[in-house]
């Protein structure tokens, strides 16, 4: 069962507050249950599947586009704030409240859709159901929090660890690199020392035989 | 030996290097860990 | 002003469920405001410096110690269940609540602190204000884990271009090794090939020089 609730003011009071809990399984297109509270009376209400259809039919909509309205009038919540806009008629005597929710546009606004929605006798009940799920999804989302704040150290130092070690890579590249010309230049030159003795023993060894073919 | 170090003398350089026998890769790398350890 | 809410039962009730909020200004042990509700009625009261201090000395605590125990009993909430219990017991015709805290221990259990708290006349208010306190926090929390959400991505990609480029840097040093060994190589060799060279010219004049001498 998903829920959601949100804070909303209906058009007729702003200053008023009331909370709207919207509770569906899997997708509110299938339809989805709705309780209103200002804190001290609560409402229930559902709309069906059926209704759903025939209120996306009602107003030409693709039921599609109609179900992804209807999200982000009732689940996104103040997020959508100007966009959507709500109204609420109490009828104490019936014990009856009728909600309406409208889509604001540019030259006007439509009903997306409203329904009458029935007093719960034990409003009490209904508040403390509405805090506990907050208190509750407080404490999913500071656990998720902190694994998060986990993962994030634990990332950081993955990171940190890795640039290390590239900075010693690199430093290691340069080092070899140094390293493997010094040592070839020693070896080079100990074979071009080598070459110029023999060349001058050669020299020599050319030297001593025209001195010699001279003599004879 | 004096000989033998006069062979040795002739046929290697200094860092065990030959002379005269062309030399290769595995060769070459045993050539400078040596150099490695006199350093 | 710091803020908690967490959801208490009393030990007359277990079944029954109160909603505590308890509020300070930086410090706990400079006194706080509680503020109790059922979800139908809601009480109030403060507990001011002196009194915690006054508890503490009746107590024989260290007052630090005094302080450390009300936050672990009054804020951090369902975590301590079992080593707190709260008793609450509500005089409807004086419209006060008696509340308190206690600190249970292997062999017994000792009050941490009492007081009286007065019934707020608009309960339905402090209702409000208590699931807007709630709704204010995941709305915190929520944006907080999809910033840390982002910064983890960011660093799982940083970690990760870092990675690749320790690869290549690896690769890379191990080409620029081959590298620079088969140049050496050929470069080596050509000097020993000139050597060998020089070897036999100077093997050939010797053996030219002593036939000569020979012949004379």
Known sequence: MEKTLNRIHPVSDPEATYFLQVSWEK??????????????????????????SREADD??????????ELKKA???????????????????????????????????????????????????????????????????????????????????SDWSDVEKRLEKCVEAKEELEADLYSRFILVLNEKKAKIRNLQKLLNEAKESAADDKCAR | SPDTKEHFAREYDCYG???????????????????????
């Open chain 1, 27 to 52: 997708d509110l297109g299938a339809g989805f249950g709705i309780i209103l509270s200002d804190g001290q009376c609560a409402w229930t209400g559902t709309v069906s599947e059926a209704e759903i």
């Open chain 1, 59 to 68: 107003m030409e909509m693709n039921r599609e586009k109609y179900v992804e």
């Open chain 1, 74 to 156: 009732l689940i996104t919540g103040e997020e959508s704030a100007g966009r959507y806009n709500f109204a609420i008629s109490r009828d104490e005597e019936n014990r009856e409240c009728h909600f309406s929710y409208e889509r604001n546009l540019k030259d006007g606004s439509f009903t997306l859709g409203s329904l009458k929605l029935q007093k719960v006798s034990s409003p009490a009940e209904v508040v403390r159901e509405l805090i506990g799920y907050c208190l509750d999804c407080l404490g999913r989302l500071q656990a998720k929090n902190e694994l998060l704040q986990k993962e994030n150290e634990r990332l950081f």
């Open chain 2, 17 to 39: 290097d030959s002379y005269t026998a062309d030399t290769d890769v595995a060769q070459l790398k045993e050539v400078f860990s040596r150099m490695k350890e006199n350093t």
